[in-house]
Structure formats: structure tokens, C-alpha cells
């Protein structure tokens, strides 16, 4: 029986880990922008308020990504001997819990300005020696902010991917979709131009629900990994392949009959318990150890691997048996 102990990253990880950090800065660069320039059109518009907390709530995440990253490259210890590469998980929950009870407080306020029958107001300025109604200034903003966030979204998201970070992954899904609030906003200004004062509430109400769906998703694929569910692949798909994988390279050892795999995600990396029974009265401590180390080489992500011979397979595990014993 064997342990890996090394807890950092590769350097080709290091390297996307690098990237990831610099999309994030550049995203919370830009987020100080849209948000010091909306707060200077919001009007009397909830759709406008809305969205500009949205904008500052879509923070959250990016600042935990940037918080759990000092911790993730750090050296296991005896104290943490897993390492600190879950810091990514805990971010990931502390930022969605955020977006639920934020999201929770707009959809109440909006629901309340639709039932008082509040209508907002939407006035004008002088621009260019012009009078210029000031909703068209509003639209023209939320249109062109609109789209950078998609492009930023869409390069997070191929960094998530190749580093297994569901918390990078989660800021990168919100940033793909964050279009969908700045179209919810022109639609509530343009509604109350148009003297039709609820579609502000509905559209303000749209973009609270928005929130809300992506913290309370986001938080329950957060307490799930906490909670030490097999692991998934980054978007929470599906189990992982690489249990099939660690199946599929054990079983061919001439001298195991049955595998069974635990395998927990501990953030960028995963904890693997390999439950093997073999064939063979006994197992020299030589073969486990070589066994152990040519199953870590398989990928970087199974830096933790611990092979236990069992007489029988335990039942909470993914398990694989050989043909032979199938067959008999």
C-alpha cells in the first residue's frame, strides 16, 4: 500500500492556473467599469438597479477564485494532510450562498414594486445642445457592455475545463449568460418608455430569478463535493471517465480479479481508494508500490492514491470484475 504525498500542481497547470488568475483580474477590472458607468444612468428603473447589483455580485466569484488560488498550490502538512485544494470548493459555496440571499432580496423588492403598482419615472438631459431621453442612454450602455463578458466567459471556460476548477467553471457560465440580464434591463427601460410601467417590475424580477437560479445551483453542486459525492466532471455532468479509466487500468493487472474505486474530488485534484482482491495468495509490498506509482502516472489529477487488497469488493464503490469472473 502506497501514498502519494505531493499536493501542488504540475507546471503546466501552474501555468493555466497562472491564466486563469490574470482572466479574473482583467474581469473584475472591467466589472469596476460597467458598474461605476451604469450607476450613472440607473434612473428610477428596479430592471437597472437590478442589474447593477447583479454586476457587483458577479464579483463574488471571481474574488473567492482569486482568494482559494493562494492557498490551492500549498504543500499538504500534518495538519491538512489532503492539501488546500478544496479552498476552491469552499469559495465556490460561500460565493453562491451569496447570490442566494442577494438574489432572494431583489426578486422580493421587485415583487413588491409590482404589487404597490409603482411606476418609475425616466427623465432626460441635455446632451450636445440636445435633449436626449435619457432611456436611450440607458440601452446604448447595457447593449455595449453586453458583450465582452461573453468572450471573457467563453476563455474561463477552457481553463476550467483543463483544470478541473468548477468554481472558475461557475463565474465562467455566469459570464457567458450575463447577456440575458442586460437584454431583461433594455426590455424594462424600453417598457417604461413605452408607458407600459410593469414590464420594468417583470424584467427586474427576470434578472432576481437569474440570481437566484444560479446561486442555488451552484451551492448545491458545492455542499454535493463537500459532501464527499464521487467525482464529476467540472460541469457536474456526469461521473468523472477517469473511474473508468482506473478501472479499466487496474483490472488488466494478471493478478487483480476485482476493483473497486472511491473517488472523492478534492478541489483541482482528486483522493483515490482503489479496492482491489486479487488472485494470487500474496501481494508483495513491492508490487503495490509500483502498482501505486504507475497508477498516479496515469494523470495529474491522481496525486492521492491508496491501492487496499480486500477479500471482498466494498458495495459504495465502482466496481469492475474481470471476465473470467463474470463468466463463471
Request: charged share 15%; net charge neutral; hydrophobic share 50%.
Amino acid at each position: 500500500m502506497s501514498l502519494n504525498e505531493q499536493s501542488g500542481l504540475p507546471e503546466e497547470q501552474k501555468q493555466a492556473l497562472r491564466k486563469a488568475k490574470r482572466l479574473e483580474w482583467l474581469s473584475l477590472a472591467y466589472t469596476a467599469c460597467t458598474v461605476t458607468v451604469v450607476a450613472f444612468v440607473l434612473g428610477n428603473s428596479q430592471a437597472m438597479k437590478t442589474a447593477w447589483v447583479e454586476d457587483i455580485l458577479s464579483t463574488l466569484p471571481q474574488l473567492a477564485f482569486l482568494l482559494a488560488a493562494v492557498f490551492t498550490t500549498r504543500n499538504s502538512t500534518l495538519k491538512h494532510p489532503y492539501g488546500y485544494h478544496r479552498s476552491m470548493n469552499i469559495g465556490h459555496l460561500v460565493g453562491s450562498f451569496a447570490l442566494i440571499v442577494v438574489g432572494g432580496i431583489l426578486a422580493f423588492e421587485a415583487a413588491s414594486g409590482l404589487i404597490k403598482a409603482e411606476h418609475a419615472s425616466i427623465g432626460t438631459m441635455q446632451l450636445f445642445g440636445h435633449t436626449v431621453w435619457m432611456g436611450w442612454i440607458m440601452v446604448a450602455v447595457m447593449a455595449i457592455i453586453a458583450v465582452p463578458p461573453i468572450f471573457l466567459g467563453r476563455a474561463k471556460m477552457k481553463v476550467a475545463r483543463f483544470l478541473h476548477n468548477k468554481l472558475l467553471f461557475a463565474d465562467a457560465d455566469m459570464s457567458k449568460a450575463d447577456w440575458s440580464t442586460n437584454v431583461g434591463s433594455i426590455v424594462g427601460v424600453l417598457g417604461i418608455g413605452m408607458g407600459l410601467w410593469w414590464t420594468d417590475g417583470i424584467a427586474a424580477l427576470f434578472i432576481s430569478a437569474g440570481i437566484l437560479r444560479d446561486g442555488l445551483r451552484n451551492t448545491k453542486f458545492a455542499v454535493l463535493d463537500l459532501m464527499d459525492e464521487s467525482a464529476t466532471t467540472y460541469d457536474q455532468r456526469k461521473i468523472h471517465p477517469l473511474i473508468k479509466e482506473l478501472q479499466d487500468f487496474l483490472i488488466q493487472v494478471p493478478w487483480i480479479a476485482s476493483v473497486g474505486i472511491r473517488m472523492r474530488d478534492q478541489g483541482h485534484v482528486f483522493h483515490v481508494e482503489a479496492f482491489v482482491s486479487t488472485t494470487a495468495d500474496s501481494v508483495s509490498t513491492k508490487a503495490l508500490i509500483g502498482l501505486t506509482q504507475d497508477t498516479i502516472g496515469l494523470n495529474w489529477k491522481l496525486q492521492d492514491v491508496v491501492i487496499i487488497p480486500v477479500q471482498d469488493i466494498p458495495p459504495n464503490t465502482h466496481a469492475r470484475y474481470s471476465h473470467h469472473l463474470t463468466e463463471q
